[in-house]
């Protein structure tokens, strides 16, 4: 009776019943994943539209699994964050980009910097930043080839943890990008406290602004504060070269999108860079 009816109540507010079967299924298969490097990152690259040059890629997971099906961030990273594992995640990709980067310049004369995603999570918890900076140092990889782009800036609960990390990485020499700018809860409170070298500005207004002035006024005012704060500034999303030519005239030059290239694999980015910057 009430027992029972009780004890079904917990248990349907205990976290793990908010997922469905496919993602408990999902969930339960990601720390395999991650020890077999089914896990590995794509590299898009942020072009300079001035020069036409690589100036930086990012790494955004992919799930390669064994039967060669690709999952992309949208259908695991959100259910990784949820379920408790984004930790166990970034690790894995950490460590690719880390490999990468050692491989780049190793093999082939490439000191492009690589940004790695990383989720408020990530910087609360106490070791990750020291196990990138870490990380790097064991593999002869300078500080600044790797940078990172926070995302999922809303879930910051303790504000003077993620200034200290994002401190203790810009002091070790690595740039930090705040992500999604003007979206959400990515936007200027933020910026206030936090201490970036960037921003990327969210694809929803790039993608309207060729014809929408009120998403033009909004990129405009971007680039002033990116301007008068001393930041960087990456726009992201373009698709189309009307796009690019008008973020020119407002002073955007590292630009990212389909306009320049999707996400690929190592192998092919490498092809990408060397033709895009010949030695
Ligand atoms: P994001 O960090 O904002 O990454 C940009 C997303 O826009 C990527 O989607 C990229 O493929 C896509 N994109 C780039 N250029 C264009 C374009 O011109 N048009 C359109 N329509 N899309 C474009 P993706 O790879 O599916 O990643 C989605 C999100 O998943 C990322 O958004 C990021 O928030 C998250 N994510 C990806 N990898 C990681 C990771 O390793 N760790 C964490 N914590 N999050 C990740
Ligand atoms: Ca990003
Ligand atoms: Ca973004
Ligand atoms: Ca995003």
Redo the contacts with the bound molecule.
């Keep these: 009776g009430l027992v029972f009816h009780l004890a079904r109540r917990i248990w349907t507010l205990i976290p793990h019943t908010r997922f469905s079967a496919e993602e408990r299924r999902l969930l339960r298969s990601l720390p395999q994943a991650v020890a077999r490097g089914e896990i590995q990152?794509?590299f898009?690259p942020v072009v300079d539209a001035g020069t036409g040059k690589v100036v930086a890629v990012?790494?955004?997971?992919r799930w390669i699994k064994a039967d060669g099906t690709l999952l992309?961030?949208?259908q695991f990273?959100g259910l990784a964050e949820r379920g408790g594992l984004?930790r166990l995640?970034?690790k894995g990709?950490i460590e690719h980009a880390v490999r990468t980067a050692a491989a780049w310049r190793a093999h082939h004369d490439l000191d492009i910097p690589i940004s790695?995603?990383?989720?408020v999570e990530?910087l609360e918890a106490s070791d990750l930043v020291d196990h990138l900076i870490a990380l790097c140092d064991q593999h002869g990889v300078p500080h600044g080839a790797i940078r990172v782009?926070l995302?999922?800036t809303q879930s910051i609960v303790h504000f003077d943890v993620v200034d200290r990390a994002v401190a203790t990485l810009r002091q070790a020499g690595m740039a930090v990008y705040l992500?999604?700018f003007g979206t959400g809860y990515a936007s200027l409170s933020v910026l206030h406290r936090i201490p970036f070298t960037g921003i990327?500005l969210d694809?929803s207004f790039i993608r309207t602004l060729r014809d929408d002035p009120r998403a033009d006024a909004i990129v405009r005012a971007s680039v002033a504060i990116a301007q008068d704060l001393g930041l960087s500034l990456v726009a992201?999303?373009?698709?189309d070269w009307e796009t690019r030519d008008r973020l020119g005239e407002m002073g955007v030059r590292h630009i990212?999108?389909?306009?320049y290239a999707?996400?690929m694999p190592a192998p092919e980015l490498i092809a990408f860079a060397q033709q895009a910057q010949p030695a």
């Design positions: 990152p794509y898009q990012e790494a955004l997971a992309s961030p949208g990273i984004i995640l970034t990709i790695i995603n990383l989720s990530d782009e995302t999922e992500d999604d990327k694809q992201e999303g373009v698709e990212q999108g389909y306009v999707r996400p």
